[in-house]
């Protein structure tokens, strides 16, 4: 319970904060930054708004729960997800834990000169709540931990996130120049992550793709220029290509060595899509001398109800591809989500994952051998299907019970040291900030 303390003190000690449950673009462009717009928001007032991580968007109509409130000519934000969870898996590798995921996102806006300025931050206490450098997630590869390989596992995030400040020019009512930098950050690589994402957003899990579609969200040394007009957005970013080790207290900055470049087309205000394509400089301690080139592309879809305030229907699809090394080691990920919030309370959404795995997952959290090359072993599919159900428990603070069910189905080469049908059950709570209106 350790990560809920932050998250009850900033719900319970601030009461004059409201609560938005709006749309990206109303909160992104705001009359004097006093109350929201009614029309329909645009491309530009909705990357305004900056309510996910880096400088990554989705559809217009996307609702975002936050306490907010203005202080003279600031506008304060408050986001945050966590989640207090005990997992079980079946099969040989499996394993069982009670652990916490969690973030945590202050922000301020204002009107500065001919654009806003936005100042961010974003913090974790998985390095705290996640013990032993990781939680049991079966099949999962990505970064090391004490030079080893984080196999079966999730990492936990760092201490610190993001910190980042980012700058829009208004060149015109539906242009923007945009600036982002961040010791800690969020390059223009792929879709929001999924910590962020709205169809993730009830799933306390990582994704088995995650390293191939998503997981530079947190990068050091990041700088980003952005322009946007009417529908479409083209960014480049430059980035220290290292991935966190696990000293996940500290912040390890490094030489912007990486770079990534990412087009966004949002068509409608329930339709959001992008393409990325990025070089990654040595990305693995266990293997610094080989190099990353990465492709994602996406499509997220948002269809709020006739009330919105009673739930909506929101999905993404994500394509992930990485080249790695010299022998061009090929690795892609799908992936599906799904969530519908329905009757208020009601929370039902699923992932499907069809991912391909290296033979690093059979070292089984052993010593990389000398002479070790990565070679292919095989697919795996994952099919998780979850429920939570909203209740009161604290001013300010939406908490929900829920469980969700994952079964895997492993390719032949994967079969003998996994068995051919294994799973995970998961219950948790989860706890998220809210306000009311009117206040």
């Not at 001919?114 to 100042?119: D, E, I, K, Q």
């Not at 010299?326 to 990920?333: E, F, V, Y």
Request: charged share 15%; hydrophobic share 35%; net charge neutral.
């Amino acid at each position: 319970m350790l990560s809920t303390a932050p998250l009850f003190l900033l719900a319970l000690g601030l009461p004059a904060l409201c609560f938005s449950q709006m749309n990206m673009g109303q909160m992104g462009h705001m009359e004097g930054m006093g109350q929201p717009r009614q029309h329909a928001p645009s491309f530009a007032q909705t990357i305004e708004a900056h309510t996910t991580s880096g400088t990554s968007v989705e559809p217009n109509s996307t609702p975002v729960p936050m306490l907010m409130t203005m202080r003279g000519k600031w506008m304060l934000m408050f986001h945050a997800n966590a989640f207090v969870v005990d997992t079980q898996q079946t099969g040989p590798r499996g394993q069982d834990k009670f652990f916490s995921t969690n973030w945590f996102m202050p922000m301020a806006q204002r009107d500065v000169g001919p654009g806003r300025l936005t100042l961010r931050a974003m913090f974790s206490l998985e390095p705290a709540t996640v013990t032993r450098r990781r939680y049991p997630l079966l099949f999962q590869l990505g970064e090391t931990a004490y030079g080893r390989p984080i196999v079966d596992g999730q990492h936990p995030h760092n201490f610190l996130m993001e910190l980042g400040a980012l700058y829009d020019w208004r060149l015109g009512s539906n242009t923007l120049l945009s600036f982002y930098a961040a010791p800690v950050g969020d390059p223009a690589i792929g879709p929001t992550a999924y910590p962020h994402r709205a169809s993730a957003m009830e799933d306390p899990l990582a994704a088995l793709g995650h390293h191939q579609e998503d997981s530079t969200h947190i990068a050091d040394d990041v700088v980003t220029v952005g322009l946007t007009h009417g529908i479409a957005r083209i960014e480049a970013s430059g980035f220290h290509g290292r991935e966190p080790n696990e000293h996940r207290w500290q912040v390890q900055q490094g030489a912007i060595d990486s770079w990534s470049t990412r087009l966004t087309l949002q068509p409608g205000q329930n339709w959001s899509g992008q393409y990325s394509y990025a070089f990654i400089h040595s990305p693995e301690a266990l293997f610094p001398a080989e190099n990353q080139r990465r492709m994602t592309a996406s499509i997220m879809y948002n269809r709020p109800f006739r009330d919105s305030e009673k739930g909506n229907w929101t999905s993404s699809l994500v394509w992930g591809r990485t080249r790695t090394g010299d022998h061009n080691l090929i690795q892609n990920s799908y992936l599906f989500e799904s969530l519908v919030r329905f009757a208020s309370r009601n929370n039902a959404y699923t992932r499907i994952e069809n991912v391909d795995r290296a033979t690093e997952l059979l070292l089984d959290d052993q010593p990389v051998p000398p002479g070790f090359d990565e070679e292919s072993a095989g697919r795996v599919q994952a099919y998780t299907f979850g429920y939570n159900r909203d209740f009161d428990l604290v001013p300010h603070l939406s908490s929900a019970l829920g469980a969700q069910v994952t079964a895997y189905t492993p390719g032949a080469r994967l079969r003998p040291v996994y068995g051919s049908n294994p799973a995970g059950v998961t219950i948790y709570l989860r706890l998220r900030p809210f306000g009311h209106h009117g206040h």
